[in-house]
């Protein structure tokens, strides 16, 4: 008898190899070194370069195989200004609620909408709600399902030697109406990417003694959520 959730029969597979120690290192260089950047250089990104890593982001994984991102590429300067006005106001607010580290949060610098070689808006369509495979109980898995596609850029444009900068500082709806998009989309990111100098040796909030990357032992539980571990924000 068969099993009526095995592969489709004569479906085409990929031999199930580790890669070559030299492929793996890559991969791990690419995480370890990735920065979401803030200070850029200018310059331009080649066209077949962006299509590059939007190829790559556009095989992401996703809940259902739903693939809820869509790209907006911001070339107009008066755009991109009236986005820095956006984060502009989102930094203030955020500051005032912060309290006591209002001070130290102005000195951070938290975008470069202005200084990218590009700038993409990352947003999801409206009729979200009826993908309902994997996100019946779980809807905000079309969130992650994008994140997806996002880290999925971030990692390409490391490997490319670009810079990278994922900036949520912003209303969604004022950033919606801005771009004229549909009711029901949401704005879910405004990255910047282009030519950096250098990357941040570290990330740049741990850098600016902001806050420090927690040990992995913290994050790690057996059989069940144990006191006193994985409450740390």
Known sequence: MSDSHSAPINAPTIAATAFS???????YRAIHERRDMRHF???????????????AAHHAPSVGFMQPWRFIRVRDAQMRGRIHALVEEERLRTAQALGAREADFMQLKVQGVLQAAEVLVVAMPPGREAHVFGRRTLPEMDVASTACAIQNLWLAARAEGLGMGWVSLFEPQALAQLLAMPAGAHPLAVLCLGPVEAFYAEPMLQQERWASRAPLQDMLMDGCWQPNQGTQP
């Open 41 to 55: 250089a200018g310059g331009q990104v080649d066209d077949a370069v962006l299509l590059r890593l939007l190829r």
């Open 21 to 27: 120690e030299a492929e793996r290192a890559a991969v």
